[in-house]
């Protein structure tokens, strides 16, 4: 079983930056931590994946954060991170990561098993 816990979110200006960061713990060489995401929730929405990356480095991104968002993980240290430039007030919502086997429906949660508990990012205009 991988534990998630993210940190790194916060309150920032449009145009800001963040980085969250997430620490997976447990059994981390499982297969079910085999793709790590990024999803958000903004209140009165439905959940939404941001970006996935495959143990081997590969990245997808949801249209909405192409090129402003950039996704990676340290598999040595077992940390995902979300690097996040050009904020928008668009951009508020609680970050989770996730782990699950695929990164092939990244933007879909059930495909995901583990969950963390979630940091605010909050953009304000």
């Known amino acids: 079983q991988v534990i998630l816990a993210e940190s790194g979110g916060g309150s920032v200006q449009a145009g800001g930056s963040l980085r969250l960061s997430c620490a997976a713990s447990g059994d981390t060489d499982d297969t079910d931590n085999y793709c790590m995401a990024w999803f958000r929730q903004a209140p009165g929405k439905e959940r939404e994946g941001v970006a996935g990356?495959?143990?081997?480095?590969?990245?997808s991104y949801t249209d909405s954060v192409g090129g402003r968002f950039t996704i990676s993980r340290d598999n040595a240290r077992n940390i995902l991170y979300l690097q996040m430039n050009s904020l928008k007030p668009d951009d508020t919502a609680m970050y989770y990561c996730a782990s699950g086997r695929s990164c092939r429906y990244f933007q879909i949660p059930t495909y995901f098993t583990t969950w963390g508990q979630g940091t605010q990012v909050t953009v304000s205009s």
């Open positions: 990356v495959n143990r081997d480095g590969y990245a």
